[in-house]
């Protein structure tokens, strides 16, 4: 029945999405999540983080090639279009508040939250070649808790199969704010806040929070609530406060985060299935336009068109996905007849969209070319977002300090 106000506000417009880095990112990465990150950058105040720390609960048996895919991987989103000038691009090992978080939510995580996560079973039966029974990787969608919670976002941009890690988060915020939201004088301000007030709203107040303590009815509650809005004496701050009293949760000094679900264009790789490093059938964003040429020239088509003269159905096509993102209404309905009438061979329909796809790949080329060129310029990227990111996060762990009681200085 409770209202959720701690969730994030919609003043609130701060955004977190982080990547982990396993290799280089492919086209399925930038029509699927990195295009959503470049539109959301003048809207909000974007983070984007590489999560390597969340790679090494994984490969922490390959420490070697982390370095080379942190640097490859933060210039594959420069090469998007994600704009520095716009966005804090920064490395989670290098913000280490992080684990300071981490470990300070760890505090009150019930194991048995983080054993239920979907991930943590099905990976480690999954993935028989690796020992994943450790401590680290049950911590996994905990460490990620503390990647959002950090800054306080409202948002978070990820696909479908990490909205249960967005899920526990809002939980162990709750949880946290459930612990740690009532200081030793929380009570002592909200009465302050109640005499403002006046008497007889005051007094309402007191009959409206003692019902809800009793029946839990969702009418006394928004009553409740839209007395409190009324009150012009109240500052936001207060206004908060007093809900937190209302319900006897304390302030919430944690902010709950929405998932926002990346509306993934899904494009499938050069067989059809998923484009995912694992099947093989991927064109990477920087990738070699010589082979970008071949591999769709090779790429398999309606197995019924065996001879140029065999009419086709593009539905039954792996080429005809690729066109729908690509092509222009124009040239795919040059597709759909022409395929379907025989009037030319795959070949042939492969063309146009290999000239897109090459002029889409020159543009990311363009974008990387200064950075590939010259590591400093990536680095200094780098470097001002973990002085960004370290700012903000330093915020957060002063209130989370002192909600816990470390702050002793
Ligand atoms: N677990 C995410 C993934 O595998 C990566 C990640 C780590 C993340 N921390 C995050 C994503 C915080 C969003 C927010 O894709
Ligand atoms: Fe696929 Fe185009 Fe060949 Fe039709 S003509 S089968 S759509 S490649």
């Keep these: 029945m409770k209202q959720d106000m701690s969730s994030a506000t919609e003043e609130n417009r701060r955004v977190l999405s ?3 880095p396993t290799g280089k990112l492919h086209l399925g990465h930038y029509h699927g999540v990195l295009k959503n990150w470049v539109g959301m950058q003048g809207q909000y105040e974007c983070f984007y983080f590489v999560a390597d720390w969340h790679a090494l609960t994984t490969h922490y048996e390959s420490p070697d090639t982390l370095g080379r895919y942190v640097w490859e991987m933060v210039i594959d989103w420069l090469a998007a279009g994600v704009d520095p000038e716009h966005a804090t691009l920064f490395v989670q090992s290098r913000v280490p ?3 300071e978080l981490h470990l300070l939510l760890s505090m009150v995580t019930p194991l048995g939250w983080l054993e239920r996560v979907p991930s943590f079973k099905d990976q480690q039966q999954r993935i028989r070649d690796r020992d994943l029974s450790t401590y680290g990787f049950l911590g996994y969608p905990l460490l990620q808790a503390a990647d959002i919670l950090m800054y306080r976002a409202a948002h978070v941009p990820v696909g479908e199969d990490q909205v249960p890690h967005v899920e526990l988060t809002r939980e162990i915020a709750r949880r946290f704010n459930f612990h740690f939201g009532r200081d030793a004088n929380f009570e002592k301000d909200a009465e302050q806040s109640l005499e403002r007030m006046g008497k007889q709203a005051a007094g309402t107040f007191r009959r409206l929070k003692q019902a809800l ?5 969702r009418s006394v509650h928004d009553r409740a609530l839209e007395l409190i809005q009324d009150q012009q004496s109240l500052s ?3 206004k908060q406060q007093l809900m ?3 319900e006897g ?7 709950e985060p929405e998932a926002l679900l990346t509306e993934a264009a899904r494009l499938p790789g050069l067989d059809g299935q998923k484009m995912s490093k694992s099947y093989d059938n991927i064109i990477a964003m920087r990738d070699d336009p010589g082979r970008v040429e071949q591999v769709v020239r090779v790429m ?3 197995p019924a068109r065996v001879r140029l003269s065999d009419p086709g159905e593009p539905d039954k096509c792996p080429v005809w996905p690729l066109h729908r993102i690509y092509s222009d209404d124009e040239t795919r309905q040059w597709v759909q007849t022409g395929c379907r009438s025989a009037a030319f061979g795959c070949l042939e329909c492969k063309k146009p969209l290999i000239r897109s796809l090459l002029r889409e790949q020159e543009e990311i080329m363009q974008r990387a070319g200064p950075y590939e060129r010259n590591g400093n310029l990536v680095r200094e990227v780098v470097e001002q977002g973990i002085a960004n990111a370290r700012k903000a996060a330093q915020e957060t762990l002063e209130v989370v300090r002192d909600a816990v009681g470390t702050r002793y200085l």
Excluded at 213 to 217: A, I, K, L, R
Excluded at 249 to 255: M, N, S, T, V
Aim: glycine residues 18%; hydrophobic residues 20%; aromatic residues 4%.
């Design 18 to 20: 982080g990547m982990r």
């Design 97 to 99: 508040e992080h684990a």
């Design 213 to 217: 303590g009793e029946t839990g009815d």
């Design 236 to 238: 936001t701050d207060q």
């Design 244 to 246: 937190g009293y209302l």
């Design 249 to 255: 949760r304390g302030k919430a000094i944690l902010p």
């Design 300 to 302: 398999p088509t309606d």
